[in-house]
Each structure stands twice: as C-alpha cells, then as structure tokens.
C-alpha cells in the first residue's frame, strides 16, 4: 500500500530565500507524481507532473525532481515571495492504481 | 475557459440526513474525481467517474456513492450522514482521467459541516 510522506509539516522563511519541499514515498512503481498548491479554504492548483520516466519538471522559479528508485520528490522554490505562502501536496499515481494518493502537505509561510 | 465548479459552496446538515453535492467539469473533460479532505485523514480519493461509469474508487463505506451524467457532471451522495463526514469535498476533472497521465483540475471544494 503507498504511503506519501511530507517533511517538514510547516516551514517559515524570509522574502528571497531558496527553498526545498520534500516529499517520500512507499512503493516506487509510481505512474506520476504530482505537486499541487492549495490556498487556505481553496481548491488546488496543480504545479507540475512529472511522469515516471522523467527526473525533474520545471515551471518559473519552480522546479521538482523525482528519484523512484530512492522513492523521493523535492520541490525546489527560488528566491521565494509571501505570495507562495500556501500548503504544497504531492500526490503519486501507482502503476497499477488509478487514484491519486496524497501527502499530509507542508505549511509554507514566506514571511516579508 | 471556465475552470470546475462545484455547488454548493457551504452546506450545513444534521446526523442521520442525506446531501448530494454537484461538481461541473471544464468543458471537453470527460473525467471527474472526487476527494474528501480532513484535518485528520488529509486528502483521501473518494471515486473517478468517466463516461458516465464509475472508473475507480477509494476505501470509503457505501454510504458514499456518485454518478455521472452524460454532459460529464457528476454528483456524490452521502447518505446517513455522521459526524466524521465533516469535511471539505474537492472534485477534479481532465481530459482522459487518472488512467492517463495528465494535469488535475480542481475546484473549488464544498465545505461541509455535519452537527
């Protein structure tokens, strides 16, 4: 059974800093990996996918790596602003499961 | 293009009643997911509608069901309602669904509170 893991749960930062978002996962037969961004009492907004035969997706200051053989995703913000200051999920599709299973998310606060 | 939407908004219900939540997908998307969300569970996968028929489903008792119309709108029910129903209910659309390998909508989400 796959189990998504999210350290650290929060994190505060100061404006500008680079930062990284880890995400772990159980079984590494992995269709895809997702990062999403769900604003307070909002819905999520999908950051990027990888698919499982890539290592890394880049989207602006964003960018996310996979490693399925260590069963790790790291979520890499540059030089971030308070206006990223959200909860970040990663989610995995298995292989061989059509569902999205979900970490616990990290608090990211960007503080001015 | 107008993204998911999802009705209502807020929803206030009593133990033992039932609700029914809507979630209208983005125009052309033929799939819709269905996710709770808890402070205590986090975001569980609740069921994936596609075409109409019912693709996936997640370990939540039968209380909770969906179906999906033929414009690609879906409704979830939950029946006998409890106390640990509280929670915000998301819906996602896409294209082809969770069988392929693409970007999730989501909305908005219905907040739901059970007293």
């Known amino acids: 059974k796959q189990e998504v893991t999210q350290i650290p749960a929060a994190l505060s930062v100061p404006e500008g800093e680079n930062l990284v978002l880890n995400c772990s996962f159980t079984d590494s037969a992995i269709y895809n990996l997702q990062w999403f961004r769900q604003d307070p009492g909002k819905g999520l907004t999908s950051l990027l996918l990888?698919?499982?035969?890539?290592r890394e997706q880049t989207s602006g200051r964003l960018n996310a790596s996979l490693d399925k053989s260590s069963g790790r995703s790291t979520l890499y913000i540059a030089a971030s602003q308070p206006g990223d200051s959200a909860t970040y999920l990663c989610?995995?599709?298995?292989?061989?499961?059509?569902?999205?299973?979900f970490g616990s998310g990290t608090r990211l606060l960007v503080r001015p | 293009k107008a993204g998911v939407t999802q009705t209502p908004r807020y929803l206030i219900k009593t133990r033992g009643q039932q609700v029914t939540l809507s979630c209208s997908p983005i125009?052309?998307?033929?799939?819709v997911s269905w996710y709770q969300q808890t402070p205590g569970q986090g975001l569980q996968f609740l069921f994936e509608y596609f075409s109409e028929t019912q693709r996936n489903k997640g370990n939540f008792p039968g209380r909770f069901s969906g179906r999906q119309f033929s414009n690609s709108r879906s409704e979830m029910n939950v029946s006998t309602l409890e106390l640990g129903d509280s929670a915000l209910y998301l819906c996602?659309?896409?294209?082809?669904?969770?069988?392929?390998?693409?970007?999730?909508?989501f909305g908005p989400g219905t907040r739901l509170l059970v007293l």
């Open positions: 989610a995995c599709r298995g292989d061989s499961s059509y569902k999205l299973i």
């Open positions: 996602a659309s896409s294209l082809l669904g969770l069988a392929a390998s693409e970007t999730q909508y």
């Open positions: 125009s052309g998307h033929r799939s």
């Open positions: 990888i698919q499982s035969s890539q």
